[in-house]
């Protein structure tokens, strides 16, 4: 077997043989490759697999993307999509020599972290990445769906407009591009995305409708994303919102909705104020928990000194990457919410594997639970309680871009 790049003239093979590995067939594309959801594939950045008889047997690819970090800085990441073996070549290891291949490809390019949505939770651990930030349903019924009048003094003071989305593309993008600014865990939708109508909706051709917050100097500030199926339930795709006020007015808007049976929001973020509107607190049914983005740390310095931190103080990680058969130890101390990351030997507070440190490293995932969990060893009484309030991210991180 072999594992080569692939480039433009491959595309055509490569979505063919993805689509094989997921047992699907390709719906054909428009006539300039747009309005599907792999159009923004970008074909220099893939692998495939090629057997020994010359029969492409596997896929993996990565899309260029900024991550929003704990504090608001942006880095770039590569993010891991379109893996897949063909049913009649599993577990011969295609999907390890993939792996072991992109990662060092990914180290060459000098990147700091890899993120990925894993299909099945049990996948890509082994390979060094941990879920980071997760994501769940709200369904709240209709006729259940009243809000507490806001309290005197704060009554809503802009305006919800209702668009189509084929009219407002380029204003739903600018505002989710200020949005995944400030939104630790959230991930950039690139030009390409929006131009060629990749992904899944807002960015995907499908008819929906917007609902457009303004602010009281008609400033936009944040949208809906919405539509009905024949059994009257709405489906609201996302909401994206630079401020609770705004958010607060579109899910009012949402929920007052005539002639509907359900209002379901997909990507209901933790920590949402949401059900403490709801005149009824139990109106609401959350599902669907599941882990969403999935993060894998390269180059471990640099990850650790790239965000901002909450607390400050010391700590010594020793940190294990069986997959890439390293070991290292790290001591991180913070001082003013910024930190220096030097290689140490004193001896460590926390114990733990590079996946696990992917999972607190949003945080999103407090240290303590993995210890708990018995993930992550503390050497120290203290450590787990210091790790927790150190990698704590003031905004809970989020992310509600599909790739
Ligand atoms: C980011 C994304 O794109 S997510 C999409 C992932 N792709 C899919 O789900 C498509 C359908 N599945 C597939 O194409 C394949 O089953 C893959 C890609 C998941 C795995 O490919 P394989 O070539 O079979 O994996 P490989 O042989 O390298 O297995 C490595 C190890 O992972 C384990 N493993 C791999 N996939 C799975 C799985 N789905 N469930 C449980 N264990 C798994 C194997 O048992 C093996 O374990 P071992 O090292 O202890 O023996």
Not at 43 to 47: A, D, I, K
Not at 49 to 53: I, N
């Given at each position: 077997?072999?594992i080569?790049?692939t480039s433009?003239?491959d595309?055509d093979?490569f979505?063919?043989?993805?689509f094989?590995a997921?047992g699907?067939?390709?719906?054909p594309p428009d006539?300039d490759?747009?309005g599907?959801w792999?159009s923004?594939?970008e ?5 495939l ?5 010359g ?5 993996a690819c990565?899309?260029s993307?900024?991550l ?12 891991i999509?379109?893996?897949g073996?063909l049913p009649?070549h599993?577990?011969q ?6 792996m072991?291949?992109?990662?060092a490809d990914?180290r060459e390019?000098g990147?700091?972290?890899?993120v990925?949505?894993a299909s099945?939770a ?7 990445y941990g879920p980071a ?9 209709r006729?259940?769906a009243a ?6 003094g704060?009554e809503p003071?802009g305006s919800?407009e209702l668009?189509?989305?084929?009219d ?10 200020r949005y995944?600014?400030a939104?630790?865990g959230?991930?950039?939708?690139p030009p390409?995305w929006?131009?060629?109508q990749?992904g899944?909706p807002p ?5 929906r409708?917007?609902?457009l ?7 936009p500030?944040?949208?809906a994303?919405y539509?009905?199926d024949?059994?009257l339930?709405?489906?609201?795709d996302?909401?994206?919102?630079l401020?609770d ?6 899910a009012r808007y949402?929920l007052?909705h005539d002639?509907?049976t359900e ?5 209901f ?6 059900r403490?509107q709801?005149a009824?607190f139990?109106?609401?049914?959350l599902?669907?928990?599941?882990d969403?983005?999935?993060?894998r740390?390269l180059?471990?310095?640099?990850a650790l ?7 400050d103080?010391?700590l010594?990680?020793?940190?294990d990457?069986?997959f ?7 001591l ?9 990351c030097t290689?140490t ?6 114990s733990l594997?590079?996946?696990d440190?992917?999972s607190v490293?949003?945080g999103?995932?407090?240290p303590?639970?993995l ?5 992550i060893?503390a050497?120290?009484p203290?450590?787990?309680a210091?790790?927790d ?7 809970e991180?989020h992310c509600?871009?599909?790739f």
């Open positions: 077997m072999e080569r790049s433009e003239k595309l093979v979505v063919d043989t993805v094989a997921f699907k067939h390709p719906t006539e490759g747009s599907v792999w923004a594939l074909p220099e950045r893939g692998l697999a090629v057997s020994d008889q029969r492409p047997i596997g896929t990565a899309y993307f900024e929003t970090l704990p504090g608001g800085a942006t880095v770039p990441v590569p993010g999509s379109c893996v073996v009649s599993r577990r290891g295609v999907l390890t020599a993939m072991r291949r992109q990662l990914l390019r990147e700091i972290m890899a990925l949505l099945e049990v996948i890509y651990r082994r390979f060094g930030t997760y994501t769940r349903r709200l369904t709240v019924p006729h259940r809000l507490t009048p806001p309290r005197a704060q003071t919800v668009l189509r989305l084929s407002c593309r380029d204003l739903v993008e600018q505002l989710y591009d995944r600014r939104q630790p959230a991930i950039s939708r390409l929006w131009t060629r990749a899944h960015t995907a051709p499908t008819q409708y917007i609902a917050h303004r602010d009281a100097d008609s400033t500030t944040g949208y994303c539509s009905l024949d059994s339930a709405m489906l609201v996302e909401i994206v919102s401020d006020a705004a958010y607060t007015a579109l949402l007052g002639l509907v209002i379901a929001f997909r990507h973020p933790t920590g949402n104020p949401l403490w709801l009824d139990n109106a609401g049914s599902t669907g928990e599941t969403w983005l999935w993060v740390l180059d471990i310095p640099r000194t790239s965000r901002s931190w909450s607390a103080g010391e010594v990680l020793d940190v990457d069986p890439l058969g390293e070991r290292t130890r790290h991180l101390t913070v001082r003013d919410g910024r930190a220096e290689p030997d004193r001896e460590p507070d926390l594997d590079v996946s440190l992917g490293y949003l999103g995932t407090a303590s639970t210890v708990r969990a018995g993930h060893r050497h120290r203290d450590a787990a210091r790790a309030a150190m990698f704590r991210s003031e905004r991180p509600l871009h599909w």
